[in-house]
């Protein structure tokens, strides 16, 4: 069991999947908080917004394809976990690739049922690595956080004055030159 709270986020289209994975995973996480997507829009919003620990994905998906989902996590935050669960990879060429691609791993929806026994050894190995991080992580979680919620209400200003509208580009400025320098902390 693990016991801290954990963030994850499921990308899948299947409604009586998604029932069974939030159930395999409540017997091996204490305080699992889940948000379930089954688009690459929503799921750029979430991992901007819910900023997870963990990305759990379907491959094939109706609007795109779980290494596209991979990707965009990738570019988002490449410290995130990412597993595919899925029924398609049953090709070891194709599960290899997934690896290679990034995936910290990938379990078989045949597996569905025990999908618990799979799951916990590679969320424990994520934790771990977070643990180690913990602090650094949860700063920079709070302010991807603030940092979204500002570009969020700038976007949503709508100033015919112009003065405003250069202090909304010296914050932009500013706020790029915090991203700049928290990467070059990491």
Do not use: W
Request: charged content about 30%.
């Amino acid at each position: 069991m693990i016991h801290r709270k954990l963030n994850i986020l499921l990308v899948e289209d299947n409604e009586n999947d998604i029932f069974l994975i939030k159930r395999q995973i409540s017997k091996i996480v204490e305080e699992p908080v889940i948000e379930t997507t089954d688009n690459l829009e929503d799921c750029k919003r979430l991992l901007l917004n819910f900023a997870p620990d963990v990305v759990l994905s379907d491959y094939n998906l109706p609007n795109c394809t779980g290494l596209d989902v991979l990707t965009t996590v990738q570019e988002i935050d490449d410290s995130i976990g990412f597993i595919f669960i899925t029924g398609t990879i049953n090709d070891e060429e194709l599960a290899a690739n997934t690896i290679l691609n990034g995936a910290s791993g990938y379990i078989l929806k045949k597996n569905i049922n025990n999908l618990s026994e799979k799951l916990e050894p590679l969320l424990k190995k994520m934790v771990i690595n977070m643990t180690s991080k913990q602090e650094l992580r949860s700063m920079i979680r709070q302010n991807k956080i603030t940092v979204n919620k500002i570009y969020d209400y700038l976007d949503k200003m709508n100033s015919e004055d112009q003065a405003q509208k250069e202090n909304i580009n010296k914050i932009r400025e500013a706020i790029g030159n915090f991203d700049i320098d928290r990467k070059d902390a990491e």
